[in-house]
């Protein structure tokens, strides 16, 4: 018994003490750790969008000063989930945005970037190759659908032949999804498109003069009938290569800009072991067609950009590697080397490199202009479709409307509706 008591006083005075301890440790500003104490964490704070290091779309406002660039497609012909091909989204503090190229799987990640469509209107298309241009008509036609009411426009380049330009190339997509655009205009109106071709082979010529933005176009060597841009504003300047081996009038015309992005393909010896091109074939691709990384480390070091981007190339680590150690045999200036989802906010004083964390699951905003109705009467279903509606379900799509006219007291027939989307 006298064991046990003194067990019992022994227990009880260890908790009195580690009670008293962590009385003083909690008043001192310290919280327990098991029976250690470590400081007390501090309050979260909410960073302000100046200071966040990754960038919510949607959530910070450019000042009127100041240019945004958002990488949205930096891949290669060779289709993989990681990069889209190649787009590049330029934002700009007066409320314009420009869209450079929009290739293959690239408008799923403008769409992630929550800019309404109502403001990406404007389109510049480097030459008509599918990784530069395959998403365009999805863009297109589905531009009603995500709420954009405003007019498309789209900049491209002549052909050597006239139906090989950017004007034919237009009227054949309309041609060839004749269907679509009929069916989504009987129900949701036929998007407006005005297309802009303009002389591939004009050296610094003004192809864009609105609201204090120049955009000039020189030629590029890929194989004819391409161009790169320059974008001068506020006293910025930004030139876009879209698909070019090195040439005098890039190296010309980009002198100083702030920021420069221009291709820099596979390594030839990628090309042959991870495209399983054929040697012959990987040189000639990689040097006169597109540009290695040498050939971008040269450009770069005749031109001096205050940032100088890489895209157009794999993002494999084993494949950054050489592409960086192949530009710095030529250039030792500052460079990035783009992957989806990159952002660059650019004043004169200074130039952010952030990542962008995209929205996956982005709905479109609701258009700021009036609704421009369809015309059903423009595209009736056949006989056979008219015919074919299971009798089980009428009753349930009756029902359907007749529970939406009570809850929003309208009277709509299913009758009257025009074809589904």
């Known amino acids: 018994m006298k064991r046990r ?7 009880l005075g260890w908790g009195l003490a580690i009670a008293l301890a962590t009385f003083i440790l909690d008043r001192g500003g310290f919280i327990r750790v098991g029976v250690l104490a470590a400081p007390k964490a501090p309050e979260p704070q909410v960073a302000a969008p100046g200071q966040r290091t990754v960038y919510f779309p949607g959530t910070e406002e450019l000042a009127p000063d100041e240019m945004r660039i958002v990488a949205c497609g930096t891949g290669t012909p060779m289709p993989r989930l990681k990069q889209a091909a190649a787009c590049f989204l330029i934002q700009l503090g007066n409320g314009d945005n420009f869209v450079f190229d929009m290739g293959a799987g690239s408008a799923e990640r403008l769409a992630s970037m929550d800019v309404p469509y109502d403001h990406l209107d404007k389109v510049f298309i480097g030459h008509l190759h599918l990784d530069h241009v395959g998403d365009l008509p999805a863009f297109y036609f589905t531009r009603a659908v995500n709420q954009g009411r405003t007019k498309l426009r789209v900049w491209g380049p002549s052909g050597v032949k006239p139906e090989w330009g950017m004007k034919a190339a237009m009227e054949n997509m309309k041609a060839m999804y004749g269907w679509e ?13 005005e297309v802009n071709e303009f002389d591939w082979t004009g050296i610094n010529q003004i192809i864009y ?4 933005v120049v955009i000039r176009s020189i030629p590029a060597l890929h194989n004819d009938q391409s161009v790169s841009f320059i974008l001068e504003w506020n006293g910025l300047k930004v030139a876009y290569s879209s698909d070019t081996m090195p040439n005098k009038w890039w190296c010309e015309y980009t002198k100083g800009v702030d920021v420069a992005i221009h291709e820099a393909f596979y390594p030839v010896e990628g090309l042959i072991a991870n495209a399983h091109f054929t040697p012959l074939e990987a040189l000639n691709v990689g040097t006169k067609i597109h540009t290695p990384p040498q050939g971008f480390g040269k450009v770069m070091d005749i031109t001096r950009p205050r940032l100088a981007i890489a895209y157009h190339l794999p993002t ?3 494949a950054l590697f050489t592409i960086r150690d192949g530009i710095r045999e030529y250039y030792d200036g500052p460079l990035d080397l783009a992957d989806d989802f990159m952002v660059w906010n650019v004043t004169k004083e200074t130039i952010r490199h952030r990542m962008a964390v995209p929205n996956p699951w982005h709905v479109m905003q609701p258009s700021e202009l009036p609704k421009v109705p369809g015309d059903p009467s423009s595209y009736k279903p056949t006989e056979l479709t008219r015919s074919g509606v299971e009798p089980a379900y009428i009753p349930v799509v009756l029902k359907i409307y007749r529970d939406f006219n009570k809850k929003h007291g309208t009277s709509y027939d299913p009758r009257d509706t025009g074809p589904a989307r």
Request: hydrophobic content about 50%; charged content about 20%; glycine content about 14%.
């Open 5 to 11: 008591g003194m067990l019992f006083i022994t227990v």
């Open 181 to 193: 655009r009929a069916m989504r205009g009987a129900l949701i109106g036929a998007p407006e498109l």
């Open 209 to 212: 003069n609105e609201n204090g």
């Open 316 to 318: 494999d680590f084993s």
